[in-house]
């Protein structure tokens, strides 16, 4: 296949009726629907995801991303009596974000805004594409109040409102470090059995960071998918995670990502098919024509049409069989997305 073909945005479009786009996860999670997709061979067969367990070898490390999602939708007032929503996006210093703000004609500088008796913010500052630099006071601890008070921030493709169970729901079992406002999706199938078992099996955990921002969602306007600038986002490997992650490669020992943030993250970190510990602001952008030192196989949710991710998986195990899978994946009504099926990508 040509290059050229590769690198259009438009190579990456399919067609995906809207009642396939899951709305609300499954009761339970680990039932989602599976598609295994051999790398090699692009054989595909279909599963539900509690039989990633037997998928998986001893000795396979499994690299999951440990960031959590917080509910960075804050709807408030001015002083007088404008409601005005903050979205929390990224943390500066001490008390400072970076947020989206609506509308923003009405938080210029200046502007004081009450969320409750015990938070209220202050607009500092502009920021980049109308952002806006936000300082916040409170009583108490801050986590807590904007778990009490802020809105889960759902994808926009999911077209309710976020309620309290999304809480939940749109959280891996084992996130542990504040600073997503989008989950790690493929993470979301995953339960403490399963985790359990896999441990049990001999599959060997190691632990990631890369704080999901709204890029993820950002579309690709260009023609070209070179012309692409992704957003940055915060990642970090620990000495653990990068000493399990090597002499797993040392030992020619699978690799298998959870998820896209989690092989961006891996390979942002990576040096001669070896992993470094340490953290940074990546803006890595995987597509066809890039080469992948660390994975060998990949969990992933599906993806939008013409989106990055869907480049990545792209590059990963090939564009036409991600198309046909993706092709088969909506004859056979998958669910899709964030609250959707999975897939799991593997070496024969």
């Avoid at 600038?229 to 000495?239: L, R």
Wanted: overall charge neutral.
């Amino acid at each position: 296949m040509k290059d050229d073909f590769l690198l259009k945005t438009s190579s990456y479009f399919y067609e995906l009726p809207e009642n396939l786009v899951a709305q609300y996860p499954l009761d339970n999670r680990s039932q989602s629907r599976l598609l295994h997709l051999h790398k090699q061979t692009g054989e595909i067969s279909h599963l539900r995801f509690n039989n990633i367990i037997d998928l998986l070898n001893k000795g396979d490390v499994l690299v999951i991303n440990n960031t959590k999602v917080i509910p960075a939708r804050l709807f408030g007032t001015k002083s007088t009596g404008a409601f005005v929503e903050v979205f929390l996006l990224k943390h500066h210093e001490e008390n400072r974000w970076e947020c989206l703000v609506r509308p923003g004609r009405k938080l210029l500088p200046g502007a004081i805004v009450n969320f409750s008796d015990k938070l209220t913010a202050k607009i500092i500052d502009k920021a980049d594409e109308g952002k806006r630099i936000v300082e916040f006071y409170y009583e108490g601890d801050f986590w807590r109040l904007l778990d009490s008070i802020g809105k889960t921030p759902l994808p926009p493709y999911i077209l309710r409102e976020a309620e309290e169970k999304d809480k939940e729901t749109y959280q891996t079992v084992y996130a542990n470090k504040n600073g997503s406002v989008a989950a790690p999706t493929a993470g979301l199938h995953f339960t403490d059995e399963i985790i359990t078992k896999l441990k049990e099996k001999g599959v060997i955990l190691a632990e990631v960071l890369l704080h999901v921002g709204l890029g993820t969602f950002r579309p690709v306007k260009s023609d070209s998918i070179e012309n692409h600038e992704m957003h940055s986002e915060f990642c970090e490997i620990g000495t653990e995670a990068a000493n399990i992650i090597n002499k797993a490669k040392k030992e020619n020992r699978r690799v298998i990502a959870v998820g896209t943030t989690s092989t961006r993250t891996l390979e942002s970190f990576a040096h001669d098919n070896l992993v470094n510990y340490g953290s940074k602001w990546t803006n890595i952008f995987i597509h066809p024509g890039k080469q992948f030192q660390i994975i060998d196989g990949l969990i992933t949710n599906f993806h939008m049409p013409e989106s990055t991710l869907l480049m990545l998986v792209s590059a990963f195990a090939g564009y036409e069989n991600i198309m046909k899978a993706y092709k088969i994946a909506v004859e056979k009504e998958y669910r899709f997305f964030s609250y959707g099926d999975a897939m799991a990508i593997l070496p024969d």
